[in-house]
């Protein structure tokens, strides 16, 4: 199963404010190749907030001569057709995404998606929170916070550990285990990745490793 994790940082609240993407695309388990691009957001979009710049610290004038979101998504599409994306706050990633394809009228891949957020909160509840850095720290990933690249392969590692934590051989079982629903995406819309509502609370026995 091919699972590619991607990462958005904005400039705004706007999602069609992408500034970069970072992707980390694994085969059987292993990272097989890395994506990383600022992004130009299109004309019309709101001046860049100073929130999200204190955060990801991307400022305007940087991405003044980057490549827009279709020509960076040249580069993923194929990789994203059939596959699992992988994001950690997928609500986020996908909203920003779908935002940016239609912007564009790009072909929607059909793909399904996993947030490690609702991944981590069933696989290691015991954590004082699961934001990015906390599960990563937790997991011994190394983690550069709010950079594109470092928070996509992030998050690719945080499923790849869930899977042999839960001894899971792919992500459909481990939505099995863990009483989740993976999301998908298609040309006829998108559908949330859930916790099943008799899941919740409820924590699975996982096989002795």
């Known amino acids: 199963m091919r699972y590619v994790a991607l990462d958005f940082e904005t400039g705004n609240a706007s999602p069609l404010s992408a500034c970069a993407l970072g992707a980390s695309i694994f085969e059987d388990g292993l990272l097989v190749r890395e994506q990383v691009s600022l992004i130009k957001p299109p ?16 400022t305007e004038k940087m ?25 950690h706050n997928a609500a986020f990633d996908t909203g920003v ?4 394809l239609a912007h564009y009228h790009l072909r929607v891949p059909e793909c399904r998606f996993v ?12 954590l004082d929170n699961h ?3 906390t599960v990563s720290a937790a997991l011994g990933i190394e983690l550069d916070h709010h950079e594109a690249g470092s928070d ?8 790849q550990a869930a899977l ?6 792919d992500a459909d079982e481990l939505a099995e285990k863990i009483g989740m629903r993976l999301g998908r995406i298609s040309c006829m819309g998108m559908v949330p990745c859930s916790i099943a509502k008799e899941a919740r609370g409820k924590m699975p026995a996982y096989p002795a490793k």
């Open 43 to 58: 004309v019309g979009v709101r001046k860049f907030h100073w929130g999200n710049v204190r955060v990801n610290h991307i």
């Open 63 to 87: 991405v003044a001569d980057a490549p827009a979101f279709d020509e960076v998504w040249q580069g993923l599409a194929a990789d994203a057709e059939g596959s699992v994306i992988v994001c």
């Open 97 to 100: 995404l779908g935002a940016c």
């Open 115 to 126: 947030c490690t957020v609702k991944v981590a909160r069933r696989v290691w509840p015991g």
């Open 131 to 133: 934001k990015l850095d």
């Open 152 to 159: 996509a392969r992030a998050a690719g590692l945080i499923l």
């Open 164 to 169: 042999r934590e839960t001894g899971s051989a």
